[in-house]
């Protein structure tokens, strides 16, 4: 590559990078997302999380997104499309927080406990009972549990750049802890 051609693009590759809009834009003071203080986890794992949020037009499709974590771990709840024209409105996401998996206990020879950690859709043996119930054999292993959790809401544009590039513009973030409730 000759030399003038590594110029050009490495020039280029610095404007875009310089004239980019930034991912992580102040919001607006007309713009914002709220979190309700109370979450739901039905008993299939399925969690539904709510609020409200308000938005001007844009330029590009809009998103309210939600995530939820307990502990270390972290997960996304699904997404809305937003409806902006500066009026407030109520959000829902709902979505399985990662996927349930198993763990098969198994006694060993000197009478310790062996864990296998096993997808939900495997099918490996477990010389338990053969099935997900009780103390030994299959032992269902939840991420998320009823109780306090730490969610976050982001209202997301997705913006073109250059007229065909989408470009993740974030317009409102909040993060609170909530109550995770069975129902």
């Known amino acids: 590559m000759s030399f003038s051609r590594v110029i050009g693009a490495a020039t280029g590759a610095a404007l875009l990078v310089f004239t980019?809009?930034?991912?992580?834009?102040?919001?607006e003071p007309d713009e914002a997302v709220t979190i309700a203080t109370t979450g739901r986890m039905a008993t299939d794992g399925t969690i539904t999380l709510s609020g409200t949020y308000r938005c001007a037009p844009g330029s590009g499709p809009v998103f309210v997104s939600s995530s939820i974590q307990q502990g270390t771990s972290r997960r996304s709840i699904g997404g809305t499309r937003a409806v902006c024209d500066g009026d407030e409105h109520r959000w829902t996401n709902s979505g399985r927080a990662g996927s349930v998996t198993y763990r098969c206990v198994t006694t060993s020879s000197s009478g310790n406990g062996v864990e296998r950690r096993v997808s939900s859709n495997s099918r490996t043996d477990?010389?338990?009972?053969?099935?997900?119930s009780g103390d030994t054999g299959w032992v269902r292993s939840d991420t998320y549990r009823p109780g306090d959790a730490q969610v976050q809401a982001t209202l997301l544009e997705l913006r073109r750049f250059s007229g065909w590039i989408p470009v993740p513009y974030i317009r409102a973030v909040e993060e609170r802890q909530i109550k995770l409730v069975a129902r």
């Open 126 to 132: 477990c010389p338990g009972d053969g099935h997900p």
């Open 20 to 27: 980019a809009p930034s991912a992580q834009a102040a919001a």
